[in-house]
């Protein structure tokens, strides 16, 4: 079947939630993917950050293949042999006494919220159902109904509600906002290190340090969603080592799946992972043997490919090169290591889509910003080789 008809039959027969560029992906490998017609490409959106490790990892295939042929799934009703490994190696790593598994990045936003309440109503204090937590505009954290409540995008909201109570939003990049919005009844300020799919805000140096210290003040817990800017992305392991402002409860995701399997967890304290208990809170499929054994060799191949070093070096690099285009189009480029934004005076659709014509996958977000976040195993030559198609779509 050729492009067409591939996209055809996805028009007729799924919903249509997304619009993908015309583009039928069949092989991938490294930083490149294949099209059905054998046309490569290099991918420069990476999944969202979820293929940090690049296309087929060959030691987190291996992982997963040799798990594939021992045990798949127990349900957390039994123990398994990957599990309590994968839990002393992610907290050891991250440096956090606890953590719960789950599936999907909402999943474990999610699951930070409602161990937020509980810890606000055992050991804060806060009166039943009064719990608030305090969100950033332009905030993404995800799609369920509850996520989407407090969104500020009406496109993500519209038509979804009844929406559910309990937060609060104040601008992004502005600790006095969060020291003004913060009550007795506030037991969690929510907030993304860069904010990806807002066009990769970057805040002020000090601005995560700030809100460090005004949630010490309050006893409010700082819960940093680096779902998307962990594991290297950033060119730190975790986004928040730039302010040195380590939260209170780290959410991660996507890449911690090795670009193969959804995983995600939350890392915390056991003053709030003490809001669990037996019942309370599970899922099915979260912390399986198949998510326990890739997300270890996902977090290995990180540190030992030393792709944090990576991600710093080619992020600095693209950056600057980028800057050297003097785009008329670009009206400015941000970012921090390989998470990068170049935002421009009018739609990055177009410029996306010849882009692919060239070869290189990127994708627009909130309209006028092409993101640029290729795997992590990225080379200097791979970059130059982008930076060449790039100049001549931005000078064009
Ligand atoms: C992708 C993302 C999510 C949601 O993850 P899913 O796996 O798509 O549910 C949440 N927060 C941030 C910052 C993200 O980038």
New binding site residues.
Partial sequence: MNTRQHIDLAQAYSAHNYLPLPVVLESGEGVWVRDVEGKEYLDMLSS?SALNQGHRHPRIIKALNDQVGRLCLTSRAFHHDQFGLFCQEITGATGFEQVLPMN???EA?ETAIKAARKWGYEKKGVEPDRAEIIVCLGN????TTTIISFSSDELYRAGFGPYTPGFKMIPYNNPDALEVAITGNTVAFLV?PVQ??AGINVPDAGYLAECRHICDDHNVLLMA?E??TGLARTGKLFCWEYDDARPDVLIV??ALGGGLF?V?AVLSSKAVMSAFVPGNHGSTFGGNPIACAVAREAVKVTLEEKLVENSYEQGRYLREELGKLASPHVKEIRGRGLLIGVELHGPARPFCERLGELGILAKETHGTVIRFAPPLVITREQVDWALERIAQVLKA
């Fill in positions: 969202y999907t990045g909402a936003v993404f954290h995800g799609r993304e990806g799919e969603d779902i998307q995701g996507k959804p995600s």
